[in-house]
């Protein structure tokens, strides 16, 4: 089963410009059975929301280093 999940996007010029990792983990404690083509279905449908979101994050600012 995945672990983690790493979405990145990239600019038109193939940079990337944000990254995010996911750590995905089930809590079987209620008994529940979680189905593997349900946690498919749900992850797929929240990474195609997450592609038309809007950024929250600011551009960090340039190191003068």
Same mark, same amino acid.
């Given at each position: 089963?995945?672990?983690?999940?790493?979405?990145?996007?990239?600019?038109?010029?193939?940079?990337?410009?944000?990254? #995010?990792?996911? *750590? /995905?983990? =089930?809590?079987? @404690?209620?008994?529940?059975?979680?189905?593997?083509?349900?946690?498919?279905?749900?992850?797929?449908? #929240?990474?195609? *929301? /997450?592609? =038309?979101?809007? @950024?929250?994050?600011?551009?960090?600012?340039?190191?003068?280093?």
């Amino acid at each position: 089963m995945v672990e983690r999940a790493a979405v990145i996007f990239f600019n038109t010029d193939g940079i990337p410009v944000e990254r #995010f990792v996911f *750590k /995905l983990a =089930v809590n079987l @404690s209620y008994g529940s059975k979680v189905e593997e083509a349900d946690l498919e279905f749900s992850l797929r449908s #929240f990474l195609i *929301k /997450l592609s =038309v979101s809007e @950024s929250l994050t600011k551009v960090l600012p340039r190191s003068k280093c």
